[in-house]
C-alpha cells in the first residue's frame, strides 16, 4: 500500500487456512498492509476476524498441520519470511520480531522463575555469558517497571499479579531489541487501571528502541490513543485501512460505521445510546457469498450479495472494501 523506504515490513494477500474435518477455515483470506518504521499499526476487528492468526502466520508460529499458508508474501527488511526454513525463522523470532501474546496468565511457563525465562531469551539470540545475562535480565525489569528487581528475578509467575506477568512477558519480548513488537491483546484479563499502565509502557519502550508495534485489539479507544494507521477485519479479510483520523472521522465501510458506533463517548454532555452491531460474524468455514458482512449490513445492495467488493484507494492513503465506499465518501448516504 505504500511504496515508501520507510517500510520495515510488507504482507501481501496473505492466505492462511485450517483443514478440519468440518471444512476449511479461512482464517486469514487476503490479508495486505504494511508498517512503517517507528510506526505503531493498529489491527481491529471482532473475535475471530483474524488479528491473531495475522501475527501468528508473520512469526511462523502456525501449527501445521492443520494450518497451511495457502498464499502471500511477508517482506520483512527486503526479505521474504515466507520461503525460510523454521530453523532460519527461529533467528527472526523473538529477535528481529517480537510478540506480547495475549494472556499473561498463561504465556508464562510455570516451573520456570521469570529470571530464567527472560535471560532464556537473551542467549538464545546474543553471545553473551550467563552473567552478562543476568545483568541485562535486571535491567529489563527496571526497564518495564518491576521493583525490587533482585528479588523478583527469582520469583515464579505464580508469584506475580496479572499486570506483573505482562510486565515480565513484555520483559521478554524486548530483550534483544527487535524491529518489531507485536501486542496482540496485550490488555486481555486486566483491570482497567493495570491495562492503561501495560499500554503506556508499550508505547514508551517503542519511542525509546524506535521500535514499530503492531496493535491488536478490538478496542477502538484504544486503537484512537496509540496507532497512527489502522487496519480494520472482519471475517478474516481486510475491509478498511488508512489513518486514524480518517478511520473515525471519515470511515468508509459500515463495518467500520459498526465499530465507531459501539463505542461510549465519555466526553459527550448528552449521553446518547450505544449502536452495536446487529447479528453475529459468520462461521469461517460456511462464509456467505459476496460481501462476507451482508448479513448484518443495513446498506447492503444486490451487488453485494453476488460477489466481495474489491480493495480501492477511494482517497489517498484510504483503501476500502465496499461497493457503496464512494457514497460514504461523498457524503451521499448517511452514516448513521
Do not use: W
Request: glycine letters at 8%; aromatic letters at 8%.
Amino acid at each position: 500500500m505504500n511504496n515508501n523506504s520507510d517500510i520495515i515490513l510488507e504482507v501481501k494477500n496473505l492466505k492462511t487456512y485450517f483443514h478440519t474435518d468440518a471444512g476449511i477455515v479461512k482464517a486469514v483470506d487476503g490479508v495486505t498492509f504494511d508498517l512503517k518504521k517507528g510506526e505503531t499499526l493498529g489491527i481491529v476487528g471482532e473475535t475471530g476476524s483474524g488479528k491473531s492468526i495475522t501475527a501468528l502466520t508473520i512469526l511462523g508460529l502456525i501449527p501445521v498441520p492443520p494450518g497451511k499458508i495457502e498464499s502471500g508474501e511477508i517482506i520483512f527488511d527486503g526479505q521474504d519470511l515466507l520461503k525460510y526454513k523454521i530453523n532460519t525463522l527461529k533467528h527472526f523470532r523473538g529477535n528481529r520480531i517480537s510478540m506480547i501474546f495475549q494472556d499473561p496468565m498463561t504465556s508464562l511457563n510455570p516451573v520456570f522463575s521469570i529470571g530464567n525465562q527472560i535471560i532464556e531469551s537473551i542467549t538464545a539470540h546474543q553471545k553473551v555469558s550467563k552473567k552478562q545475562a543476568y545483568n541485562m535480565a535486571l535491567d529489563l525489569l527496571d526497564m518495564v517497571g518491576i521493583s525490587d528487581r533482585k528479588r523478583r528475578i527469582k520469583s515464579y509467575p505464580y508469584e506475580f499479579s496479572g499486570g506483573m506477568r505482562q510486565r515480565a512477558m513484555i520483559a521478554m519480548a524486548i530483550a534483544n531489541s527487535p524491529s518489531i513488537l507485536i501486542a496482540d491483546e496485550p490488555t486481555t484479563a486486566l483491570d482497567v487501571t493495570i491495562q492503561a499502565q501495560i499500554l503506556e509502557l508499550i508505547d514508551t519502550l517503542k519511542k525509546k528502541t524506535n521500535s514499530s508495534v503492531i496493535l491488536i485489539t478490538h478496542d477502538l479507544g484504544v486503537i484512537a490513543k496509540y496507532a497512527a494507521r489502522v487496519m480494520v477485519m472482519y471475517a478474516g479479510k481486510p475491509v478498511e485501512f488508512s489513518t486514524i483520523d480518517n478511520i473515525f472521522y471519515n470511515p468508509l465501510h459500515p463495518y467500520t460505521l459498526g465499530l465507531i458506533g459501539s463505542v461510549s463517548k465519555l466526553n459527550e454532555e448528552k449521553k446518547e445510546r450505544l449502536h452495536p452491531i446487529k447479528g453475529t460474524p459468520p462461521s469461517l468455514i460456511d462464509l456467505p457469498k459476496g460481501c462476507t458482512f451482508t448479513p448484518r449490513c443495513k446498506f447492503a445492495i444486490k451487488q453485494c450479495t453476488l460477489s466481495f467488493p474489491p480493495t480501492i484507494e477511494e482517497e489517498e492513503g484510504h483503501f476500502a472494501a465496499c461497493y457503496r465506499s464512494k457514497e460514504f465518501l461523498n457524503g451521499s448516504l448517511k452514516r448513521q
